[in-house]
């Protein structure tokens, strides 16, 4: 296995930044033209988490895990919706694993919501990253993919009274941020920008 991919157990679970961006996620995701449609099908790549449960009550639609390597494998399906939330960093290769969304979304208004760090300064980079990205670097990623931005957001996962226990949780404060996505498969030859 991957040094690159976390393990969802009870200390990931437990972790209070997991929380506060599971609330922001939903609360994006709220705001999509999704929100209250049937959607049908979803797919949350990676592990079923609390935040799962809370997309299938948003949604209307029950998701499934993957259980495949999303750097090499194949997905299998059709879905209205998929979620790659906190995935993108932890993978060798993004490109194939949109290139495998972008071929397992199906219906107009089909959507995948991604979320990742915001590129850090390599001091406060987390080890189990392989690699972290800048908006420029994201959004050439999702048009090189076909995917074309509806709407994106930026967020801190942390606690206020956290970036104040130390020198690097305050440089945290200063660089800290999740940037969230909301994409739509681009249809005919588009530049994949807003």
Not at 59 to 75: I, K, Q, W
Not at 139 to 144: Q, V
């Amino acid at each position: 296995m991957s040094r690159y991919r976390n393990i969802v157990d009870s200390d990931y679970l437990s972790e209070a930044a997991h929380t506060v961006r599971w609330c922001k996620s939903i609360a994006f995701m709220a705001d999509s033209s999704l929100a209250g449609c049937r959607v049908d099908g979803g797919l949350d790549l990676g592990d079923r988490t609390p935040l799962t449960g809370q997309m299938e009550e948003l949604l209307g639609c029950r998701f499934v895990n993957s259980d495949v390597d999303l750097d090499v494998e194949c997905l299998e399906g059709s879905y209205g919706v998929v979620c790659a939330l906190e995935v993108l960093e932890h993978l060798y290769n993004p490109l194939h694993l949109l290139l495998e969304v972008r071929r397992v979304l199906s219906g107009a208004d089909a959507r995948m919501f991604v979320s990742m760090p915001l590129s850090r300064p390599a001091m406060l980079r987390s080890p189990d990253h392989f690699h972290e990205m800048g908006e420029a670097e994201a959004r050439a990623l999702f048009g090189r993919a076909g995917f074309r931005v509806q709407r994106s957001t930026r967020f801190r996962i942390r606690r206020p009274l956290f970036y104040l226990t130390g020198v690097k949780p305050f440089l945290r404060l200063l660089f800290e941020k999740v940037q969230m996505y909301e994409l739509s498969v681009e249809r005919g030859g588009g530049d994949g920008e807003e």
